[in-house]
C-alpha cells in the first residue's frame, strides 16, 4: 500500500513556540497536493503494515499518556530505568503543573490536533476533488470527519473537566479548528459542551456513509458499528444512558462477534505469558486506534481484580523476569507483544456499555446476560461460573472492575474514574509517588484537567490555562 506519497502536513495550529505567520501562505515543497479521491485516501489511511506485528497508524493513532495518571499503575526509579520513562509521563505521573517536555511540547496536542488539521484537509478538499463518485466522496469525508471527533473527543477529556451537564456551557474545553485557514483565526478554547456538539454532529452527521463494518486489513478505517461504538461511549460520558443503550444495540446489530482469548497467542519468551492477537486476526475488533505501546507495572489492588481462573491475568508478565533483576511489589508488568491494544473499539466495548447503561437503568437481567457474554470467552472452556446480581448497585460496581480488567492496558481509566466522581459521587482519588515526592488527584478538583503547555499559551495568548489547585 502506498502511503507516504500524498502526506500533506503533518503540522496543526499553535503548536510551535512561534507565531501565527510561519502558518500563513504554506505550500509544501517536494509534495503532491492532493486534488483526487486516491490523494485523499491515501493522506486518510497512512499506514504501515508488518506482516510480522501488526500495522501502525500514521495518522488516526492514540497517543496520550494519561494512562500513567490513573490507579492501575505505578512507576518507581527502577521502572524509569528499564522502560525509558520519559521526563514528561513523570511530570504527567505526578500532576504537575506543566507536564510538557523540556522543548515545551506536548505529544497528546501535538497528535490530536495533528489528526483534526489532516482531517480538515481532507474536508476541505474533498469540496472541489476532480475525480469520484458522490459516493466515494461522501465515504472519505465521513472517516475524516469521525477522526477528527476521536481526536476532540481525546483532547476534552484530557484538558477539560468531565462533562457536566450544570457547567459544561462554561466549563473550559479545547480550541476548534474547522477549516484549514490560519490567518485571522480564533484559537478561544471553545466550552466542554460545544466540543460535545461538535463531536456528536461528526459521528452522526456522517454515519450513513460509511460502511457497516470494515475487513480486518482496513480496520484502521472508521465503519458504521465504529461510529455506533464510538457514539455510544460520548453519550456514556454524557449520562445520556438511554441514547447510549440505542447506539450500542445499533453497532452490535452489526457486529457482535467476540474473542475467545483462549485461542490468543502466548508470547515467546514465556508461554504463561497472553498476547493479544494482531488486529487482522481480531474477530471483534472494530475500529483499531494504534496507541504506540506502554510498558508498564501494575498496582497490586488492579492486578488482584483478576480471578486466577481468568486468562486475563495472563495478560500480565512477571517484571523479574522480563525487566528486572529485583522488584518490590507488586511485581507484574502489563504486556502484549503487539500494537493491537484495547484502546481500539471492540465487541467488548459494546457490550460492556450496553450492560452498564442497562445496569443504570434497571435492567439487570440485560446487564447480567452481556456480562456473561463476555467473561465466558475470558476463561477456559468449562471453568466460567456465570456472575448474577440482585442488586443494582453491587451489579454496577462489579461493572466499573470488569471494564477495568478488559480494558486493562487502555488510557480510558482516567477518564472513567472523572465520570464516576462526577455522576455517582464515587470519591475516587489517585495518589502517587516517585522519589520521595507525593501527590494526589482529589475527587472533582480542578487538576483532573490537565495543563495546556505554556508555549502553546504564549504562541496563541488567547488559550487560558487550565486553574490548578
Request: hydrophobic letters at 40%; a negative charge; one cysteine or more.
Amino acid at each position: 500500500m502506498k502511503t507516504n506519497t500524498y502526506i500533506l502536513i503533518v503540522l496543526s495550529f499553535a503548536l510551535l513556540a512561534c507565531t501565527r505567520d510561519n502558518f500563513l501562505d504554506f505550500q509544501p515543497k517536494g509534495q503532491i497536493v492532493p486534488s483526487k479521491v486516491e490523494e485523499y485516501r491515501a493522506l486518510l489511511d497512512q499506514v504501515q503494515p508488518d506482516p510480522n506485528i501488526n500495522f501502525t497508524q500514521g495518522f488516526g493513532g492514540h497517543h496520550d499518556f494519561t494512562i500513567l495518571a490513573s490507579d492501575n499503575y505505578f512507576l518507581s526509579e527502577q521502572v524509569r530505568a528499564s522502560f525509558g520513562i520519559s521526563p514528561e509521563e513523570i511530570n504527567l505521573y505526578l500532576f504537575k503543573e506543566q507536564i510538557s517536555t523540556a522543548n515545551g511540547d506536548d505529544t497528546s496536542w501535538i497528535r490530536y490536533y495533528n489528526q483534526i488539521y489532516v482531517a480538515n484537509v481532507v474536508i476541505e478538499g474533498l469540496k472541489t476533488v476532480t475525480n469520484g463518485t458522490p459516493e466515494t466522496i461522501a465515504e472519505l469525508r465521513a472517516e475524516a470527519s469521525l477522526h477528527r471527533a476521536f481526536a476532540y473527543f481525546n483532547l476534552v477529556n484530557i484538558y477539560g473537566l468531565h462533562y457536566n451537564p450544570e457547567t459544561a456551557n462554561t466549563d473550559l474545553g479545547v480550541p476548534v479548528r474547522i477549516g484549514i485557514d490560519l490567518e485571522g483565526a480564533d484559537f478561544t478554547r471553545a466550552s466542554v459542551a460545544e466540543i460535545y456538539e461538535l463531536v456528536l454532529k461528526d459521528i452522526n452527521d456522517n454515519i450513513a456513509a460509511l460502511p457497516d463494518t470494515q475487513v480486518a486489513d482496513r480496520s484502521f478505517r472508521p465503519s458504521k458499528a465504529g461510529a455506533y461504538t464510538f457514539l455510544a461511549r460520548v453519550l456514556l460520558y454524557q449520562a445520556r444512558y438511554n441514547e447510549a443503550l440505542a447506539a450500542a444495540n445499533n453497532g452490535l446489530s452489526l457486529k457482535n462477534a467476540l474473542r475467545n482469548i483462549t485461542n490468543d497467542p502466548t508470547d515467546p519468551r514465556d508461554p504463561n505469558v497472553i498476547s493479544y492477537p494482531r488486529a487482522i486476526d481480531d474477530e471483534q475488533l472494530i475500529w483499531f486506534k494504534d496507541s504506540g505501546g506502554f510498558s508498564l507495572v501494575a498496582t497490586e489492588e488492579f492486578y488482584n481484580l483478576y480471578e486466577e481462573n481468568d486468562l486475563r491475568k495472563r495478560w500480565f508478565a512477571d517484571a523479574r523476569s522480563y525487566f528486572f533483576a529485583e522488584i518490590d511489589n507488586p511485581i507484574l508488568a502489563a504486556h502484549r507483544n503487539n500494537d493491537n491494544s484495547n484502546v481500539s473499539l471492540t465487541t467488548a466495548d459494546l457490550y460492556l456499555i450496553r450492560a452498564e447503561c442497562n445496569a443504570r437503568l434497571g435492567n439487570i437481567e440485560n446487564a447480567i446476560a452481556d456480562l456473561n457474554a463476555l467473561r465466558v470467552n475470558r476463561y477456559a472452556v468449562g471453568t466460567y461460573t456465570p456472575v448474577d446480581f440482585t442488586d443494582q448497585n453491587t451489579l454496577l460496581a462489579f461493572i466499573k472492575d470488569e471494564i477495568r480488567r478488559e480494558k486493562a492496558m487502555s488510557t480510558l481509566r482516567i477518564f472513567d474514574i472523572k465520570r464516576y466522581n462526577r455522576f455517582d459521587n464515587a470519591n475516587i482519588s489517585v495518589t502517587h509517588s516517585y522519589l520521595g515526592e507525593t501527590a494526589t488527584l482529589t475527587p472533582n478538583s480542578l487538576n483532573w484537567a490537565f495543563p495546556i503547555a505554556n508555549n502553546y499559551i504564549v504562541a496563541n495568548p488567547e488559550i487560558i490555562q487550565n486553574p490548578r489547585e
